[in-house]
C-alpha cells in the first residue's frame, strides 16, 4: 500500500464524521465518454453494433442527474441494471464518433455490522455460478475456499476479505485475469483481487458481482458487491485494510459485470461486426474518458439540457401518506407506524433502511401493496441507540431495481407522545 493510500484511508474517519445537516449528495462529477471506431476502408467488414456504457442510478450512492450524447442512440439496460448506449452501425459505411457526457451525484455509503443477520440470503444463480475471470469451482480456487470455517455470512465474508489480503501482492497486470490467475501466483490488481473476493464468497453460497467504476481522482477501479440481506453492498478489498461494508468515498459506478467473461456486452465497449470473405482487417477502437468534479455543484434539469437527451428511467415512488407517530405494540414497545403507499398496479418488495449520517444503521425487509396503503412499524429502540450520537436520522425505502425513495427525517424528540 502507497504512503499516500495509507494517508487516504487514515482521513476516512473524517468522512464519517460530517456534521448532522447531511446533504442529499456529497458530490457532484461531469463524466465525459468518447468513442471513435476506424477502420481501412478497403477493409471488407461488415459493421453491426457499438454498445457503450454509462452510468445507472444506485440507491443512496449514485444518481444521474443529466446525460446528453452527440448523436441518436438507442438506450437499452439488461436484467442486472446496467445500462448501455446501443449504436446501430448496419448502414455506416465511414468511421463512427459516439461521445456522451453524464452528470452523475454520489454519495459514500457505509453499512453498520449489526444491520444484518446471521443467515445466508439466497441470490440469483448468476451470481453464484463459476464463470470465467470468477472460477468458482476450479481446484486451486476451492482449496483456498476451503479454509474458511466461518457459518454467518458476515463471519464468512470477514474471513474471505482476511484471505484475500493475507495471499495477494498488489502488482498491476497488462491484462485482466482474475480469480484462479490470483490464486495461483499471489499477486494482481483491483481486478484480481475483486475477482477472488467474489469467488471466494460464491463459493460459500454468497451472492457476489464485480462493479467496475472510477475512484474519485479518475482512476478506474473494480471491487466487488456481496449481496446480504437483499441488498447489495459494495467491497474495496484492493485498498481497504480491514473490512469495511461500503464505501467511505464517492464512486462513480459504470457498470456491475464481468468484463472477463466472452460473448457477453458486459465491456465499457463492445463493437459488432461481421467480415467478408477473404478479410483480415480488424477496426480500431479508440476510448476517451475523463471524470471531473463540478467546482460549483449545480443540478441540470433535464428541461435544461441539450437536445439529444436519454429519458432517464421512470420509477414508481413509494411515500407517507399519512404521519409519523408513536404507537404503543402489543409487546409493550414503542414504534414508529407509518403508512406507505404506491400508485402502481404491482406490488413492490424492498426495504427500509434507517440511516445516521451516510451509514445505513438498520434494514427491516418491507413489501408495498398494490394501489394500497401499507402499514409499517419501526421499533423505537432502534432510533435511541442511534440517537444518542446523532439528531436527525433518514428513513428511505429501496426497491428491487437499487432506486431509493427518501420518506422521512427522524428528529430526536424532547419527549414521546404515544398514540
Not at 463493437?271 to 468534479?293: D, N, Q, V
Not at 438498520?362 to 429502540?381: F, K, M, Q, S
Amino acid at each position: 500500500m502507497t504512503k499516500e493510500t495509507k494517508s487516504f484511508w487514515k482521513n476516512i474517519s473524517t468522512l464519517r464524521k460530517r456534521s448532522n445537516d447531511v446533504k442529499p449528495w456529497h458530490a457532484q462529477w461531469t463524466l465525459t465518454f468518447d468513442v471513435r471506431v476506424r477502420w481501412p476502408h478497403t477493409a471488407r467488414v461488415l459493421p453491426g453494433g457499438l454498445y457503450v456504457s454509462y452510468p445507472c442510478p444506485l440507491a443512496l450512492r449514485q444518481e444521474v442527474v443529466a446525460f446528453s450524447h452527440n448523436r441518436a442512440a438507442t438506450v437499452t439496460s439488461d436484467e442486472y441494471g446496467n445500462h448501455w448506449l446501443l449504436l446501430d452501425l448496419s448502414h455506416e459505411r465511414s468511421d463512427v464518433h459516439l461521445s456522451y457526457q453524464a452528470v452523475v451525484a454520489t454519495s459514500p455509503l457505509m453499512f453498520d455490522v449489526g444491520a444484518f443477520g446471521d443467515a445466508v440470503t439466497p441470490a440469483h444463480s448468476r451470481f453464484l455460478q463459476a464463470e470465467r475471470g470468477i472460477e468458482t469451482n476450479h481446484p486451486t480456487v476451492a482449496a483456498l475456499a476451503q479454509k474458511i470455517t466461518a457459518r454467518t455470512q458476515l463471519a464468512i465474508l470477514q474471513e474471505c476479505f482476511a484471505l484475500v489480503r493475507k495471499n495477494l501482492h498488489y502488482r498491476v497486470q497488462k491484462k485482466e485475469y482474475g480469480a484462479l490467475y490470483a490464486a495461483s501466483q499471489g499477486q494482481g490488481d483491483c481486478t484480481e483481487y475483486a475477482s477472488l473476493l467474489a469467488a471466494l464468497l460464491r463459493y460459500h453460497n454468497i451472492g457476489a458481482r464485480l462493479t467496475i467504476g472510477y475512484m474519485p481522482d479518475g482512476v478506474l477501479h473494480a471491487i466487488t458487491e456481496a449481496y446480504l440481506d437483499g441488498l447489495w453492498v459494495p467491497i474495496d478489498v484492493t485498498n481497504a485494510p480491514d473490512l469495511m461494508l461500503g464505501l467511505p468515498y464517492d464512486f462513480v459506478a459504470l457498470m456491475h459485470a464481468n468484463w472477463m467473461s466472452a460473448g457477453r456486452i458486459e465491456k465499457l465497449i463492445s463493437f459488432y461486426y461481421g467480415r467478408k470473405a477473404g478479410s483480415r482487417c480488424r477496426p480500431h477502437i479508440a476510448l476517451t474518458a475523463s471524470l471531473r468534479p463540478l467546482a460549483a455543484p449545480k443540478v441540470m434539469l433535464l428541461g435544461d439540457a441539450p437536445s439529444a437527451i436519454v429519458p432517464l428511467p421512470s420509477r414508481s415512488d413509494v411515500k407517507i401518506v399519512s404521519p409519523l407517530f408513536y404507537n404503543q405494540l402489543d409487546r409493550g414497545e414503542l414504534a414508529f407506524r407509518l403508512r406507505l403507499w404506491h400508485d402502481r398496479s404491482y406490488t413492490v418488495s424492498g426495504h427500509l433502511l434507517l440511516l445516521a449520517g451516510d451509514t445505513v444503521c438498520r434494514i427491516y425487509p418491507c413489501t408495498v401493496e398494490a394501489e394500497r396503503e401499507t402499514l409499517v412499524e419501526i421499533p423505537l429502540a432502534d432510533c435511541r441507540r442511534l440517537w444518542r450520537e446523532w439528531h436527525d436520522l433518514r428513513l428511505v425505502f429501496c426497491d428491487p431495481a437499487e432506486q431509493s425513495h427518501p420518506l422521512a427525517t427522524l428528529t430526536k424528540p424532547t419527549t414521546v407522545h404515544i398514540r
